[in-house]
């Protein structure tokens, strides 16, 4: 599906303005380069400028939620069903969302811009809001002009959406085919196009809502609402096969495994900068 765009007349990285390293950077990575140039100078500015504040703040406190839920895993086993799904989903957004804008600073330690993965999905006002503007966008900028556009352009918008919920779900079974080796169960092709059917059913509602003149809800209700149905729907369709027929333990021991290689690395670098720091103090008091 990746390899879609980089074919799209005047799109992606076929750009023949395109140096090498950010052709192989975007092909190898679910990345996106901001373009700084051209035209569009003041817009390209503020792109780049957004690009480059990313929140370290919001980095350390992606890692160290990250860090406690590794703790929390230890009790597992001692915790209610919603509870751990919960901590799964919460983990799934810190670890993208911390892991992705590492992958930007790489590329911009290099010299390339990066759009951002995420935008605050637990802010999204609306389904639409939350699947086309604000959760994983770099698969929304795929799927758009894979799928949404020419479905679109022949069947209609709603076709359109539902088609590209669809071939999310598909590729959401091959991956956890590729993770648990076992037959997918379409739950989590249900998931998305139970979500599919919701954009479409949003959209018709917000529109005759406008017809009659009536206000929409409150945005923090609104917001409330939209993590409810997503969290509900994920912990009826998306999280099962994840913690079916021992699959939950072996990730769990996975993420153990990564949870005491951090911990032996960092026990490792501090004993490595005390004895730099005693070596430096013998070698003073010796002169």
Not at 17 to 25: C, D, E, K, M, N
Not at 64 to 73: E, K, N, R, S, T
Request: aromatic residues 12%; charged residues 15%; hydrophobic residues 50%.
């Amino acid at each position: 599906m990746h390899l879609y765009t980089f074919f799209n007349e005047k799109r992606g990285p076929l750009d023949p303005a395109l140096p090498v390293l950010p052709f192989v950077f975007t092909t190898a990575l679910p990345v996106k380069l901001i373009r700084c140039c051209g035209t569009g100078a003041a817009a390209g500015a503020a792109a780049c400028s957004r690009a480059k504040s990313v929140s370290l703040v919001s980095c350390a406190v992606k890692a160290a939620v990250i860090a406690a839920i590794l703790h929390a895993y230890q009790y597992v086993n001692q915790l209610h069903l919603y509870i751990r799904l919960a901590l799964y989903g919460v983990h799934m957004y810190c670890f993208l969302d911390f892991l992705l804008p590492c992958i930007a600073a790489a590329g911009g330690a290099l010299g390339m811009e990066m759009e951002p993965q995420f935008d605050r999905p637990y802010l999204a006002s609306s389904l639409r809001d939350f699947w086309g503007r604000r959760w994983n966008l770099m698969v929304s900028a795929i799927l758009r002009p894979s799928v949404y556009d020419p479905v679109r352009a022949r069947a209609g918008k709603a076709p359109a959406v539902l088609a590209t919920f669809l071939v999310s779900g598909l590729m959401h079974e091959v991956t956890m085919y590729y993770l648990t080796l076992r037959p997918p169960t379409s739950e989590m092709t249900a998931f998305f196009l139970l979500h599919g059917v919701c954009c479409v059913a949003e959209e018709s509602c917000v529109r005759r809502w406008a017809e009659w003149g009536r206000r929409p809800p409150p945005r923090p209700v609104a917001t409330l609402l939209v993590v409810v149905f997503v969290a509900a729907t994920a912990f009826w369709l998306f999280f099962p096969p994840i913690c079916r027929e021992g699959t939950e333990e072996v990730l769990l021991e996975e993420w153990a495994a990564v949870g005491a290689f951090f911990n032996d690395a960092g026990r490792k670098l501090r004993m490595f900068s005390t004895s730099n720091l005693e070596s430096r103090h013998y070698s003073c008091c010796a002169s």
